[in-house]
């Protein structure tokens, strides 16, 4: 093995054309930039969007509806989870604190307790909100419901 047997490893280099590198290599010159304007300078960028003036698609499209600054986001757990946490790891109160360790909820979320499924645990359960549904099982289950 000697320097002039040496390659790189197969598939480490890609063939592609440098630009910039003389006209002799066809990619001199401009260095397809075109010539003059915005562009063909070296730091330039677009914003996100553009379309060369031409009237872009988000404000093309029209706006429908209303979106309520005030919305209230919850994240809704819903009643055969919390049996299923209650069988798992044998609860007998579910908290903010119980839903986060068990990555049901994140730090900044309302909690609100949804009606699917079937409790028979006894429960304490704190959450942010509850619907009509969950209320009646959890307490038709012999538990309690305390609104944070």
């Known amino acids: 093995m000697n320097l002039s047997n040496l390659k790189p490893a197969e598939g480490s280099t890609k063939n592609r054309k440098r630009i910039g590198r003389g ?25 996100v969007g553009f379309e060369g003036g031409q009237m872009p698609l988000q404000r093309r499209v029209p706006k429908v509806g209303f979106k309520n600054p ?9 009643l055969d989870v919390l049996q299923e946490l209650v069988e798992k790891f044998s609860l007998k109160a579910v908290d903010f ?13 309302l909690v609100k307790i949804l009606g699917r499924g079937e409790l028979k645990a006894k429960l304490e359960v704190k959450a942010h909100a509850f619907t009509a549904t969950a209320q009646k099982a959890i307490e038709a289950a012999g538990g309690t419901i305390v609104k944070l």
Not at 97 to 109: C, F, P
């Open 97 to 109: 604190d119980t839903l986060k360790e068990h990555g049901l909820v994140s730090r900044n979320d």
């Open 70 to 78: 005030n919305r209230v986001e919850y994240t809704g757990v819903n």
């Open 23 to 47: 006209t002799g290599s066809g990619r001199g010159g401009t260095s397809t930039r075109g010539h003059k304007g915005a562009g063909s300078r070296s730091g330039t960028s677009t914003k």
